[in-house]
């Protein structure tokens, strides 16, 4: 263990040095698990997948096969090799450097506030405006709702991980109670009154639903090494990264399967949409409950909604500690947004920052044009966009500490180097490809000759769209660069050596 401690601490600021002696040691394998599953598995994600219809199926097993399980088996070995508080920061920074290390964990960080306040909000908003209080869209009843969902995630990320942690850990119970309930009364809905005549045909994959489904299932399976990020408060990280990565990638396989098969078989493509088309299903299903369909329904969309607040408040939890010791480290504005607080071992500085904008991008988000599963699936489009754009950095940077650092202790190696570096380039490839897509939308399909309305994208302009992705992920990037320029007085002022950082002279 103190190999590990050495490797990820040896060219740290004073500051990153002095916020770890506030952390506080409170994850166990169990907590570990449930966090990355209340964070990854996404109920938000069901509709928007299932809306290709059958052949969402198809593509869903066939990356399962392709990109998921290499994907965690490469993060299962390089989580539990390399620990320490900031996780996808300290490999990226140890690969490539601090300013790769400033982009990558400003791409991976805001990607959650984005979510929060531009889709999940708008997701619980429409889920509550049908099912539990009605007020209109644009309302001040609807900014009122989007505003707590936000700010409820916001302040679950600011208490202490050691009660915090409970609040993603009910979320993930809630969730699979949730989706357990679905499943079994569609069970009991198609013994009654049948399933959709789906054959076998119906499922055969065409090119255009891989190109449109790719960049919406890898954001659907990324995620599983951010519990890293506060690997400096868990009890035991090299042991347990690893078979908590493995476990929940496990799980959310199983979780994206059946439900999605369940939504296929209850609903017609043609009424699955993003924001609402898991809960039309429900909804649909829950018929057989008679009289008390109604109250089933309700509660259906509580447990919902209880799932879905405490999925922001895991992405706000492990987001806002990488964030906060790249700011710590002098890669974020430095000192102010790198401390934690003494008492709670908490961020509190990111998590307001991160509150703020969400709040920002829901409002803006509400300003553009059209419905609301449009507007869910622009900002969905935003967040995959910066998202995936994280894991370019990301994945070469695991393959890189593979092949330079190779005596490092791995508790977990998965497999020789030739299939570990194969398994990082097919899976930086699908990246590479998604990422693509939902930046220009539309693109790939002129390429190959398949007719596209370029008029609009995402139920928006064209013009609208192109200018909120690239605006937004040229705005972090600059901010990314502009904020490892500040923190440069921090850098300077560390007493450590600077053998970790890469010979390429970029580690500054």
Same mark, same amino acid.
């Given at each position: 263990?103190?190999?590990?401690?050495?490797?990820?601490?040896?060219?740290?600021?004073?500051?990153?040095? !002095?916020?770890?002696?506030?952390?506080?040691?409170?994850?166990?394998?169990?907590?570990?698990?449930?966090?990355?599953?209340?964070?990854?598995?996404?109920?938000?994600?069901?509709?928007?997948?299932?809306?290709?219809?059958?052949?969402?199926?198809?593509?869903?097993?066939?990356?399962?096969?392709?990109?998921?399980?290499?994907?965690?088996?490469?993060?299962?070995?390089?989580?539990?090799?390399?620990?320490?508080?900031?996780?996808?920061?300290?490999?990226?920074?140890?690969?490539?450097?601090?300013?790769?290390?400033?982009?990558?964990?400003?791409?991976?960080?805001?990607?959650?506030?984005?979510?929060?306040?531009? @889709?999940?909000?708008?997701?619980?908003?429409?889920?509550?405006?049908?099912?539990?209080?009605?007020?209109?869209?644009?309302?001040?009843?609807?900014?009122?709702?989007?505003?707590?969902?936000?700010?409820?995630?916001?302040?679950?990320?600011?208490?202490?991980?050691?009660?915090?942690?409970?609040?993603?850990?009910?979320?993930?119970?809630?969730?699979?109670?949730?989706?357990?309930?679905?499943?079994?009364?569609?069970?009991?809905?198609?013994?009654?009154?049948?399933?959709?005549?789906?054959?076998?045909?119906?499922?055969?994959?065409?090119?255009?639903?891989?190109?449109?489904?790719?960049?919406?299932?890898?954001?659907?399976?990324?995620?599983?090494?951010?519990?890293? @990020?506060?690997?400096?408060?868990?009890?035991?990280?090299?042991?347990?990264?690893?078979?908590?990565?493995?476990?929940?990638?496990?799980?959310?396989?199983?979780?994206?399967?059946?439900?999605?098969?369940?939504?296929?078989?209850?609903?017609?493509?043609?009424?699955?949409?993003?924001?609402?088309?898991?809960?039309?299903?429900? !909804?649909?299903?829950?018929?057989?409950?008679?009289?008390?369909?109604?109250?089933?329904?309700?509660?259906?969309?509580?447990?919902?909604?209880?799932?879905?607040?405490?999925?922001?408040?895991?992405?706000?939890?492990?987001?806002?500690?990488?964030?906060?010791?790249?700011?710590?480290?002098?890669?974020?504005?430095?000192?102010?947004?790198?401390?934690?607080?003494?008492?709670?071992?908490?961020?509190?500085?990111?998590?307001?920052?991160?509150?703020?904008?969400?709040?920002?991008?829901?409002?803006?988000?509400?300003?553009?044009?059209?419905? @609301?599963?449009?507007?869910?699936?622009?900002?969905?489009?935003?967040?995959?966009?910066?998202?995936?754009?994280?894991?370019?950095?990301?994945?070469?940077?695991?393959?890189?500490?593979?092949?330079?650092?190779?005596?490092?202790?791995?508790?977990?190696?998965?497999?020789?180097?030739?299939?570990?570096?194969?398994?990082?380039?097919?899976?930086?490839?699908?990246?590479?490809?998604?990422?693509?897509?939902?930046?220009?939308?539309?693109?790939?399909?002129?390429?190959?000759?398949?007719?596209?309305?370029?008029?609009?994208?995402?139920?928006?302009?064209?013009? @609208?769209?192109?200018?909120?992705?690239?605006?937004?992920?040229?705005?972090?990037?600059?901010?990314?660069?502009?904020?490892?320029?500040?923190?440069?007085?921090?850098?300077?002022?560390?007493?450590?050596?600077?053998? !970790?950082?890469?010979?390429?002279?970029?580690?500054?």
């Amino acid at each position: 263990m103190a190999e590990v401690k050495q490797l990820t601490a040896r060219n740290d600021t004073d500051m990153a040095k !002095d916020q770890t002696k506030v952390l506080q040691r409170t994850l166990n394998r169990f907590d570990i698990v449930f966090l990355i599953v209340s964070a990854v598995v996404g109920l938000e994600m069901l509709g928007s997948v299932s809306a290709e219809g059958p052949q969402t199926f198809t593509w869903l097993v066939f990356l399962i096969i392709v990109f998921l399980i290499p994907y965690s088996l490469i993060f299962a070995e390089t989580g539990s090799a390399f620990v320490g508080e900031g996780g996808v920061y300290l490999w990226t920074r140890r690969a490539f450097g601090r300013p790769a290390a400033a982009i990558a964990s400003a791409l991976t960080w805001i990607t959650q506030p984005v979510w929060v306040g531009g @889709s999940m909000s708008f997701l619980n908003a429409e889920a509550a405006r049908n099912h539990l209080v009605h007020f209109s869209e644009g309302s001040a009843g609807d900014y009122l709702f989007k505003l707590t969902f936000i700010w409820v995630t916001v302040l679950a990320a600011i208490l202490s991980l050691a009660k915090a942690k409970w609040i993603p850990t009910a979320g993930a119970f809630f969730k699979i109670a949730f989706l357990c309930l679905f499943m079994g009364t569609a069970i009991v809905y198609a013994a009654r009154h049948g399933v959709q005549p789906l054959s076998f045909g119906d499922f055969s994959p065409t090119l255009s639903g891989f190109i449109t489904l790719t960049p919406l299932l890898l954001f659907a399976f990324l995620g599983f090494e951010s519990g890293s @990020s506060a690997s400096g408060e868990m009890h035991n990280a090299q042991h347990d990264v690893s078979v908590s990565v493995l476990r929940s990638a496990t799980m959310a396989g199983i979780f994206y399967l059946l439900p999605v098969a369940t939504i296929l078989l209850v609903l017609p493509p043609s009424d699955i949409d993003g924001v609402s088309g898991l809960l039309n299903a429900v !909804d649909t299903v829950f018929s057989v409950y008679g009289p008390a369909a109604r109250p089933m329904m309700i509660l259906a969309v509580v447990m919902f909604t209880l799932a879905n607040i405490g999925q922001g408040a895991a992405w706000m939890i492990m987001s806002d500690r990488m964030q906060a010791m790249a700011a710590a480290d002098g890669s974020f504005f430095g000192g102010f947004f790198g401390k934690f607080h003494p008492k709670l071992g908490t961020p509190v500085h990111v998590n307001l920052l991160s509150g703020i904008v969400s709040t920002a991008f829901m409002l803006a988000a509400m300003e553009l044009t059209g419905s @609301s599963a449009d507007l869910f699936n622009v900002v969905l489009g935003v967040a995959v966009t910066t998202y995936l754009f994280s894991y370019l950095l990301v994945i070469p940077a695991a393959a890189k500490l593979r092949l330079t650092v190779p005596d490092v202790e791995r508790p977990f190696r998965a497999g020789p180097n030739w299939l570990f570096v194969l398994m990082c380039v097919v899976t930086t490839t699908f990246v590479a490809l998604g990422s693509w897509v939902s930046i220009f939308p539309g693109t790939l399909e002129a390429l190959v000759g398949m007719p596209h309305d370029f008029s609009q994208a995402q139920g928006v302009s064209y013009a @609208s769209f192109e200018a909120l992705t690239l605006g937004t992920l040229g705005f972090i990037i600059v901010v990314a660069l502009v904020g490892y320029w500040r923190g440069a007085p921090l850098r300077r002022a560390r007493t450590s050596s600077a053998n !970790d950082e890469p010979t390429t002279g970029n580690g500054m």
